[in-house]
Each structure stands twice: as structure tokens, then as C-alpha cells.
């Protein structure tokens, strides 16, 4: 990664700086209560090694979507809470993002004190498509940590976003790239540069539309492609088969035809399915042939002909990247199949596959699931950015780092 690194600030020397750090502390919330820690623990590394070198630390970082208004349920003070736990030392928490509490507090920070500014995106100028207006709040964040400070990018799940806290700044202060982002970067640039074959690429989620850059960009790179998830039911539409009440995007149909007709010997679909009479964890379940989806009834996973054919692709594989669960794996009844792909990914680590999560719900999976995050080559902490790396696109977070 030709940008310099979070080591070079710390060989510079940062005793008594301020410090901006851009994280990305998103996680999901039930009732005001963290339901997965992940990204929280993925950023903790980078904001420590900064504190103890002696820095005063003020992180930006945004939760959920606010509409560029302050939102008390999007509040980032159960986050600050965690991060202080997860660090060991007091995070304060700041009243605003840039405005009279967030500069007294910061004129009041001594060596190795952390702040978090409240969630960034109750400003509006932080997503704004004005130039001018994000320039002006990167201004007043910079004013934040002094003449002499610099920022580090360590969201590596906002980095495809070009805001304020995120691209803005780096023009304004000398950059670096955090621990988690640098890390990111160069995972990523294993799986595009030559990765080691077999290279099977799983993808799930609920829309073809979201994940269409991503199969048009590596069905022509990898060996194996297996789409499963809600997005399955428009490709098995495609095949002329009936769907019942499952997730469908009839628009997609057309483009997956086209996509199955030049990628035949790639695409892998779901053979049975597991459905469902309703959207629910106590729904009435049975698994079918994936061409017997009756009406009215949603397939919730895929079933055990599928996982264990999948499985075997797997297993095989010398490089994996995975986003996008197999099914509601929130719902027990409809979590095997997203487990059993889990399970077979970790089998090809320990074959000494490079294997790689990417961000997102698949992340969340994981943990959520019980399954050893050390099965895993890389657990991102960035979905979006993950895809829109591997589709090619130039993310503007990493390249205003190399400047």
C-alpha cells in the first residue's frame, strides 16, 4: 500500500498531538444494546497505540442513519462505553460533533485522553454531495485537534464513501492509514493480484442488484461461483422454475439468464431449498427440489443436497472470499445453511486456504453463529468496500491516502 502507515506517525512521534481517527464503530444495536462487537474490537488496536504513545485521540465514527439531525436512538454512547471497556482506559464522549461541547472538551484533553465526538452523521454536511460543505465541517474537525495534528483512517467500512470524515480531512492534515484499514487493503489486494486456484467466490444476501457488480466483475476471474441467499430465487427464476412468495426481483431476470447462459460452468444454484409458510422463526418448514417451490410458500435457506454439494466446491478451494449469508440465519430453523458453507470455508483454512469473510452480515454470522473467527484467513470489517474493491472501483477514502 503505497501510503504511509500508522507505524510512520508513531516513528514520527505523536506525544502531546491530537489525533483524528476515523473509525468505523457501526455496529448493530437491539434496544440500545450492542448485539456484535466486532467492528468495535477490530478498531480498538489502532486508537490503544496512539493513547499510550501519548496523543490526545478524538475518533469520528457514525452509527445507523441518521438524517443528518441528532437522534437519540443513534446516540454513540453505548459505543463509547465499550470502546473504554475494550481499551482499558475512559473514552469521553462528547455532547455534539464539532460544536461547543466537542471544542471545550478537546481544548481539555492531555496526553493519551480519547474522546469520540457524537455520531458524525448528525451533521448533514458529513454525507453532503456539496464540496463546500463537507469542507467546511472537515475544517471545523481539524480545528479540533490543532495546527500540528494529523489523521489516521482506520473505517475501513466507510472508505468507499467520499464524506467529510472520511476523505475531506485527509486533505487538510497529514494522513496516514490506521492498522485495520492498511490490513484491509492488502488482504484485498490478494484476492485480485493472483489468487492461488481453485478460487471460489459464495455470495448470498437478498438482492442481485446489489451484489450484479461484484458477478459481472469475478465470474470471468474465479472457478467457482455459488449464489445462494435471497438473491438465488431471481437466478432460479431465471431457469424457468417457480419461486412461490420467495424474494424476487423480476426486473433481474433478464440479466441473470444472461449471466447463467455465459457463466454456466461457473454459476453454482441451490439444488433444494428449505421454505417456509411465513416469515418467522416459528414458521411451518420442509425442504423441497429447488423446482417445487410451491405458491405461497418462501424459501428462508438453502438445503442439505445444496450445502453439502457446496461444501465439497469449498473444501477444494484454494481461495475464498465469502459475503452474503445462505439464508435467515437469525431464525434457527433457517441458520444450517449459512453454518454449513461457514463450516466448510474453515475446513479449507485448515487445508491451508487464504479465506476471506467479507464484512457485513456474513461477519456478523460468524460470531453470531458460534463459529471460531480464527477458522477465517481475514474477517472484514467492510462489506460494501470489500465489494466495490473487488468490482474495481477506486474508493475514494484509500485514494486521498495517496496523495
Not at 22 to 29: A, E, G, I
Not at 77 to 97: H, I, S
Request: with cysteine; net charge negative.
Amino acid at each position: 500500500m503505497a501510503v504511509e502507515t500508522l507505524q510512520d506517525l508513531l516513528a514520527e512521534g505523536v506525544e502531546g498531538r491530537g489525533v483524528l481517527v476515523r473509525s468505523d464503530l457501526n455496529v448493530p444495536l437491539d434496544n440500545g444494546r450492542i448485539t456484535d462487537a466486532g467492528r468495535i474490537v477490530a478498531s480498538a488496536p489502532t486508537i490503544k497505540a496512539l493513547a499510550e504513545a501519548g496523543a490526545k485521540v478524538i475518533v469520528t465514527a457514525h452509527l445507523g442513519r441518521p438524517k443528518g439531525e441528532p437522534d437519540p436512538k443513534l446516540s454513540l454512547a453505548p459505543v463509547a462505553a465499550r470502546l473504554a471497556a475494550e481499551l482499558g482506559r475512559n473514552v469521553q464522549l462528547a455532547g455534539d460533533v464539532v460544536g461547543q461541547d466537542a471544542l471545550a472538551r478537546s481544548e481539555g484533553l492531555t496526553d493519551g485522553d480519547v474522546m469520540l465526538l457524537e455520531n458524525i452523521r448528525f451533521d448533514p454536511r458529513e454525507t453532503s454531495k456539496d464540496d463546500a460543505q463537507r469542507a467546511k465541517l472537515a475544517a471545523a474537525l481539524v480545528e479540533l485537534v490543532g495546527d500540528d495534528g494529523a489523521f489516521v483512517s482506520d473505517g475501513f467500512g466507510v472508505v468507499h464513501r467520499k464524506q467529510a470524515s472520511v476523505y475531506d480531512v485527509a486533505k487538510l492534515l497529514p494522513h496516514y492509514a490506521g492498522t485495520l484499514v492498511a490490513a484491509e487493503v492488502e488482504v484485498l489486494r490478494k484476492l485480485t493480484a493472483d489468487p492461488r486456484r481453485p478460487y471460489a467466490v459464495v455470495l448470498g444476501g437478498s438482492k442481485v442488484s446489489d451484489k450484479l457488480a461484484v458477478i459481472e466483475a469475478l465470474a470471468p476471474k474465479v472457478d467457482t461461483l455459488v449464489i445462494g441467499g435471497g438473491m438465488c430465487f431471481t437466478f432460479l427464476a431465471a431457469q424457468g422454475l417457480p419461486v412461490g412468495s420467495s424474494l424476487l426481483q423480476a426486473e433481474m431476470v433478464d440479466t441473470c439468464k444472461k449471466l447463467l447462459d455465459t457463466y454456466a460452468d461457473v454459476i453454482h444454484l441451490p439444488r433444494d431449498i428449505v421454505i417456509a409458510d411465513k416469515f418467522a422463526a416459528d414458521a411451518e418448514s420442509k425442504v423441497v427440489q429447488a423446482n417445487e417451490i410451491p405458491d405461497g410458500w418462501s424459501g428462508l435457506d438453502i438445503g442439505p443436497e445444496s450445502v453439502s454439494r457446496f461444501g465439497a466446491l469449498l473444501t477444494e478451494a484454494k481461495t475464498v472470499f465469502w459475503n452474503g449469508p445462505m439464508g435467515v440465519f437469525e431464525f434457527e430453523k433457517f441458520a444450517a445453511g449459512t453454518r454449513g458453507v461457514a463450516e466448510a470455508i474453515v475446513k479449507a483454512t485448515e487445508k491451508g486456504a487464504f479465506t476471506v469473510v467479507g464484512g457485513g452480515d456474513s461477519a456478523a454470522a460468524v460470531r453470531t453463529l458460534g463459529l471460531p473467527e480464527d477458522g477465517f484467513s481475514h474477517i472484514s470489517t467492510g462489506g460494501g468496500a470489500s465489494l466495490e474493491y473487488l468490482e474495481g472501483k477506486e474508493l475514494p477514502g484509500i485514494a486521498i491516502l495517496e496523495d
